[in-house]
Structures are given as structure tokens and as C-alpha cells.
């Protein structure tokens, strides 16, 4: 039997009674997908994945994108990407700094990400405390308490997002554990700025989310920029508040599965190198989430 035990706090739930390594049946995603879209933060614990059991089990929630920076990739599959502060002869075997800041994947990206599957193989401890812990906040939450003429606004705004925006910000970080070079003009006709709508209607739960993030989010379309400025850094503040965030404080085994259209998230930087950290990730894309027949699988999308 599957069980979903909600965090009781803003974002997060736990799932219980799954084995991730076995096929998954389409009524237990179906659950999956009512959770998620419910909770936006699964944690499956206890879980054993080898790279091809990740891949099969990410796949059910869209197309795998295989990271751009074409480094720290299983040989045999790769989707499957490693991230760790961890070094073997010299050589780091991850990227070492992932997602320092708040932001949402491939929001940069015409088609934007759906779920991304983190599968922890080494947390990071000091005095028995778990380090390196995942920040979520809800863009459901943002969005509901937004005042009511900024929605309004937002309806029929779109805004750009960049990947080079966070990249430059990471070049800039002092004492950056990987470090970045300049996006080469190669680099940057493949990964061309795009818009999206700043309010979505998410196709699975029918709510609206705030889409908009200070790590790719670069300006609101059509207005002046000192207007556009503006209005993003009141979201950027507002999207962070204490009361829309959740913290997963990981376990060695835990398979930790979110929804990024309805979430941004940040990997919170307070360990050493000589903690070791190691994750392996696929990042689903959002192709089948936005077909009704998929939204169906979790008891029909909400309109
Ligand atoms: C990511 C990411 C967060 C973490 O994988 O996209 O931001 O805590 N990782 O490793
Ligand atoms: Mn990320």
C-alpha cells in the first residue's frame, strides 16, 4: 500500500510503501502525481537505484534532459548526473556547487522542466547534524498572497529568463568550487533567452503559480526597464518569504522528487570539503505534464 504523509508545513510530503527500482505501476504514478501536485516535495526513503532505475523511474514524468554542461555524466546513461564536493586522485567527480542560490530549473529553457529526481547516496553531517540541506518555496503561496491589482498585472505579463544570468552569478562567487568560464557565443546561440507567462496555471492541481525566478528571471517583457526592475525585485523579495519556504534535511537513501513549475529552490551551502555530499540526478522535462491524458493519471486535471 502507498502512503502520502504530508510535512504539515507549506511544501513536502513523505511517500512510504514504494520500490523506486521496480517498474512503476500507472495507478501508483497516478498517486505519485496527485502528491506532488498536492505537496510539490516528495520524499521517498530508504530507496536503492542503480543509474539505470533512476532513469526509468524519471522517465514516467517526461522527457530526461541530459545537462548542458555535458560533465560528471554515467557513462552508460547520461541522464543520470552527479553532484558532489567529493575529489578522487585530484579530480572532482560532481559539480560541486549546484544550485547555490534561489532559482528554477530550465526556466531558461523553451520547454520548461517538470520534476527533477535527486537520489542522495552521501549527506554531509557535523555532530551528528544533516548539512546541505534542499530550500523549497511555493510560487502556489506566492502567488495567493500577492495583492489582488499585482495579479491582475502579472495575468498578462510575460517575463525573459536566461541561463546566463545565474552562470554569470556563480562566475562572480568567491572561492566558486567549480569553476566558470565565460559562455561562449556557441554556448549562448544554444541557449537563446525565452519567455514565459509569470502566472501558470499548474496542469495537474488547476492553481496558479507565480513563474518568475531571481536566478533566471532577467525582465518583464514590454515594460520600461526601471518598471521592470522594480516589479522583479519586489517578487524576487516577496517569493522568499519564511512562510512559503520548506527545507528537506536529506537522509543517505532518500529519493527526493519536486515539482518545479510550482516551486523555486535553493542547495544551501553551509558544508566543507572534507564533508562529503553525493547525489545523483535526472531532470524530467514538461512535455507529458501539460497533455490531459497525463493529468488525467491523477484523477483528472483540474480544468
Ligand atoms: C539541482 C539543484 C540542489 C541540491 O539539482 O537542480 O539545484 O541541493 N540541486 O543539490
Ligand atoms: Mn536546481
Known sequence: MVEVIPSGEVLGARVIGLDLSQPLSDRALGIVLRALADHAVLCFPGQRLDAGAQVAFSRRFGELEVHVSGAFQDPAHPEVMTLSNITENGRPIGLADAGQDWH???????????VNVLY????????????GNTEFAS???????LPPELK????????????????EMMRRRKGAATPRAPLTEEQRRKKPPVSHPMVMKHPISGRRILYANPGYTMRVDGLPQDESDALLEYLFDHQVRPEFIYAHRWTEGDVLVWDNLQTLHNAVDDYGPDEPRLIKRCQAMANLVFEPGFARLAGGAAG
Do not use: N
Request: hydrophobic share 50%; aromatic share 14%; charged share 25%.
Open 120 to 131: 542522495a547516496l552521501k549527506v554531509p553531517r557535523r555532530d551528528g547534524k544533516a548539512l
Open 104 to 114: 528554477t530549473d530550465m526556466s531558461f529553457s523553451r520547454m520548461i522542466a517538470f
Open 152 to 167: 491582475t498585472r502579472l495575468a498578462g505579463l510575460t517575463a525573459t529568463h536566461d541561463f546566463e544570468k545565474f552562470w
Open 139 to 145: 510560487m502556489t503561496a506566492a502567488y495567493e498572497a
